[in-house]
């Protein structure tokens, strides 16, 4: 049996398993997921009220709480959890180890706290929460994808991790009509990028180009549960309009609007289920293109979807390549990319993983492994 043990840390309250039998600790749910804005961590400590304060004592905090009395202004709301207080916009933190595997799993900043006579629960979400949660006017001329990506970033107050270069555009307007967020995601959808908060709450942007497995998972080891969803593609024929002659008559016609759009034109496949898109971002030949490969790659790998249930694993992160191995079933075995990665440690439950992942992994039908596919969402 494993050997699990955790340290969180919220302001200035610390608990580490590995040294500390007071541990207040009672659940920790955290997931991360490439695909929603819906990053959390949930800690669940028993706290009960402290011991009641003599006559003396209540008098002075009573004096003390009322508002403008002496120009005190009334104090945030917060909670005491060993003594210290948390309140919102503290960082967290959370570590894990297993045997000797120790990683750093989540870092978030307080969103929202549940109190009540015995436990508390608080809970953290990440930069992809703010960005979420923000809408901006900007406009952009000849940036790449990154340097518009940093800067939205940076005005939002989140953190710049691992963010590919991408595309070049000649001209990009971010409006309020959409979040910050939404307009990252459709950003990274045009490069075949994936858009996600790491462990260390810092965004990254970059594509998934891995044909070997990180983590190897095998059946009646590792795996508890598996599922498998596998979906017809919706669309085998993709055509993407430009909107200016800029890839002829250079950059700076990016304005223009051209007669003919058949030479800035992207088409992929063949068949009668055809998707036309027409984007006012892509403005040049190569941007269709790659719009054009993005759709394409993107329909196939999420064709197929999956949920796994492991023993805890602290090192699975999103963006990884997984492979499921000795599956009874042989379309459930393959490689396949992390979407999503949820840790469930609790004292009557113990320490599981549940992965989301998508790709065409070892289904037969799906032609074959995420390595054959070209320009894919995350791929």
Known sequence: ??????????????????????????????????????DYCRITVYAPQPPKQGLHEQATSAVASEVGLGGAPAQAFSVQVRGNPIKHGDQMTVELTVDDAATTIFTAEVSSI??????????????????????????????????????????VGVNAGDIQTGSSYSYFV???????????QELAF???MDLYCDANNKLVLKKFQKTSADHTFHYRIHVLDLQLWNYE?????????????????GSDTWHWFAKDLSPFTAEIGSGQK?????????????????????????????????????LGNPLVNLGD??????????????????????HVLSKWQGYLTFVGFSGQGGAQQAGGGLGQLTGAVGL
Do not use: C
């Open 274 to 310: 055809l998707l036309v898109t027409q984007d006012s971002a892509a403005k040049t030949k190569d941007a269709a293109d790659s719009l054009a490969n993005a759709k394409s790659a993107a329909l196939k790998d999420r064709a197929s979807e999956g949920r796994l249930k492991i």
């Open 174 to 184: 971010v409006h309020d009509a959409k979040t910050v967020l939404r307009q990252l």
């Open 1 to 38: 049996m494993a050997a699990v043990t955790y340290k969180l840390t919220i302001n200035k309250w610390s608990v580490d398993s590995a040294n500390d039998p007071r541990t207040e600790f009672i659940m920790l749910d955290t997931q991360r997921s490439s695909e929603s804005s819906a």
């Open 114 to 155: 549940k109190s009540s006579l015995a436990q508390t629960v608080i809970i953290g979400t990440t930069g992809k929460q703010k960005l979420a949660n923000a809408r901006l006017n900007q406009t952009y001329a000849n940036q790449n994808l990154d340097q518009i990506t940093k800067d939205l970033a940076g005005q």
């Open 233 to 249: 593609v919706a669309s085998d024929h993709f055509k993407v309009y430009g909107e200016s002659p800029s890839s002829k008559q």
């Open 321 to 342: 390549a997984i492979e499921i191995k000795d599956a009874p079933k042989p379309e459930l075995n393959g490689l396949f990319k992390v979407t999503s990665v949820r």
């Open 190 to 192: 045009r490069d075949g």
